[in-house]
T-cell receptor
Framework: KAGVTQTPRYLIKTRGQQVTLSCSPI?????VSWYQQTPGQGLQFLFE???????NKGNFPGRFSGRQFSNSRSEMNVSTLELGDSALYLC?????????????FGDGTRLSIL | AQKVTQAQTEISVVEKEDVTLDCVYE???????LFWYKQPPSGELVFLIR??????QNEISGRYSWNFQKSTSSFNFTITASQVVDSAVYFC?????????????FGSGTKLNVKP
């Protein structure tokens, strides 16, 4: 069974640009969550999508947005990139939304802002 | 306020030693779930265990064991007879439902170095 797939693995952008990251969940998983991981802040929850709807949201500015498609694949978009957005962005999928579901993570997309 | 605290930033042990990773959590919810994840140098977070707030039985899986104590809001993880392959960053996580939202909270992680 294929795991969570994130593309691209690495990305370099400059300040002010925007970026779109992609996540394909494990087959049959309908919930997708996004996290930002940085050395200083650790793992921080961005948002969760289930059935094409954003179900939960962390404390990130509106520059961070996402969406989920009917096949459960999800994209995350960051606009007007800032240096502080440099991080590893992790996607996790689970069977359904809910606090009892273990999440299965992808390898992440490492975003570097110059 | 930090909902999951992993006070140990980094631990170094010699192979075959036992090691315990501490995790203290905070929540207002009566129904919640606790998790441990392992992040090896390759980067992918690997799910290890999930416990719900109503089940305080300790669990053992091979060399891994978990001690859940609601009285102290702790969910500690012990590796017995550690091996070099156990070297990784270990994250404790809490999932609760407060104000009608499900959220995951991760601790800052404990980096475990197992030396041969």
């Amino acid at each position: 069974k294929a795991g969570v797939t994130q593309t691209p693995r690495y990305l370099i952008k400059t300040r002010g640009q925007q970026v779109t990251l992609s996540c394909s969940p494990i087959s049959g998983h309908r919930s997708v969550s996004w996290y930002q991981q940085t050395p200083g802040q650790g793992l921080q929850f961005l948002f969760e999508y289930f059935s094409e709807t954003q179900r939960n949201k962390g404390n990130f500015p509106g520059r961070f947005s996402g969406r989920q498609f009917s096949n459960s694949r999800s994209e995350m978009n960051v606009s007007t990139l800032e240096l502080g957005d440099s991080a590893l962005y992790l996607c996790a999928s689970s069977l359904s939304a809910g606090s009892n579901q273990p999440q299965h993570f992808g390898d992440g997309t490492r975003l570097s802002i110059l | 306020a930090q909902k999951v605290t992993q006070a140990q930033t980094e631990i170094s042990v010699v192979e075959k030693e036992d090691v315990t990773l501490d995790c203290v959590y905070e929540t207002r919810d009566t129904t919640y779930y606790l998790f441990w994840y392992k992040q090896p140098p390759s980067g992918e977070l690997v799910f290890l265990i999930r416990r719900n707030s109503f089940d305080e039985q300790n669990e053992i899986s091979g060399r891994y064991s978990w001690n859940f104590q609601k009285s102290t809001s702790s969910f500690n993880f012990t590796i017995t007879a550690s091996q070099v392959v156990d070297s990784a960053v270990y994250f404790c996580a809490l999932s609760d439902r407060v104000d009608n939202f499900n959220k995951f909270y991760f601790g800052s992680g404990t980096k475990l170095n197992v030396k041969p």
